[in-house]
């Protein structure tokens, strides 16, 4: 399954929510915070690669966009699209450099188990599908291997996270969520999870 076929499922769904209002409660959200690379490529493995000094970074910001539906006070249904991120390996001797990066993205839908303590205050548990990409690419002023790569998978996205409703039309959100061989290289013949921690706001129609 491609990412464009997750999209149109996307849709689907989402088309789906629309006909649901009148029995639930449709709302458009989004999240930033931080996504990080489990496993990737240490400063020792990269400095094997290269032969130079390295220094690597597995996190870097995230965010996402979504729209979901109430369909009940204990089920949501929401999809959208995150972008997850860069994750880099840097090599350097003075002026000289070799980097190699990867960058994920991803189409997701999630179905949302909720927990309701109080009216305004939610737990949830989720579980997702994404159509994740991951793109590795080089950036170099030396001679090396040049690395041009693209992997689409499609990976189960668990989390868990707390929602509260400010008002009846605002709503905020914290959430952790883990997409499992999010990062996959077949060329570094690597799977990584993708680990996302996010808050963010959410605003029903």
Known sequence: MSIKTLGAISVLVLSMGTGLAQAGNVYVGGSIGQASVQDWITDAEFENFTGVPSNTEDSDTAFKVYVGVTVSDNVDFRAGYAKLGEATARASVGNLFYQLSGESQAFFVDALAKFKPADQLALFAKIGISSTEFK??????????????????????????????VTPSLGLVAEYERYLDGAKSDVLDEKSDIDVVSIGAYFHF
Request: charged letters at 20%; proline letters at 7%; hydrophobic letters at 40%.
């Open 136 to 165: 590795l690419s080089t950036e170099q002023n030396v001679s090396g291997p040049v690395i041009e790569d693209k992997t689409s998978e499609v990976v189960f996205v668990p989390g868990v996270g707390i929602a509260f409703d």
